[in-house]
């Protein structure tokens, strides 16, 4: 019962994406949506992260399992996706350099502001 619960609380906040996603004329997927609403209702304490922690954790470990579909889909239209393989795959590639760059670039900005702050608590705590 306790999954059961979990998983129609997921629900919900996916239907929350899916509204705002009919309500609003961005071109932004309800899924994002989504994702936006619990990440701000666990941060908020709206929604507690042991009500949705086990659930959570499944959906990730079967995630793989949800790619299948999709692996299928693309071997099926192989036919109109061969003559664009070639781009796609430089783009895949320049896209994922760019994003672990980046992702880098703000974890290390991160952990130096973070080290910052440490010091200046530590020097406070000196001082006094």
Do not use: H
């Not at 509204?19 to 994702?35: E, V």
Request: charged fraction near 15%; glycine fraction near 8%; hydrophobic fraction near 50%.
């Amino acid at each position: 019962m306790k999954y059961l619960k979990q998983f129609l609380i997921i629900l919900a906040v996916s239907l929350l994406g899916e509204i705002c996603k009919t309500l609003l004329p961005l071109p932004i997927p309800a899924s994002i949506y989504g994702m936006v609403f619990m990440f701000t209702f666990l941060l908020t304490g709206v929604i507690k992260l042991d009500q949705v922690r086990e659930t959570g954790k499944f959906l990730i470990e079967i995630m793989p399992v949800m790619f299948i579909p999709a692996g299928v889909g693309l071997m099926s239209s192989w036919n109109v996706l061969q003559p664009v393989l070639f781009p796609v795959s430089v783009i895949t590639v320049i896209t994922i350099f760019t994003v672990m760059g980046a992702t880098g670039l703000v974890s290390q900005g991160i952990i130096r502001r973070n080290k910052k702050s440490e010091s200046a608590g530590q020097k406070i705590k000196e001082a006094a």
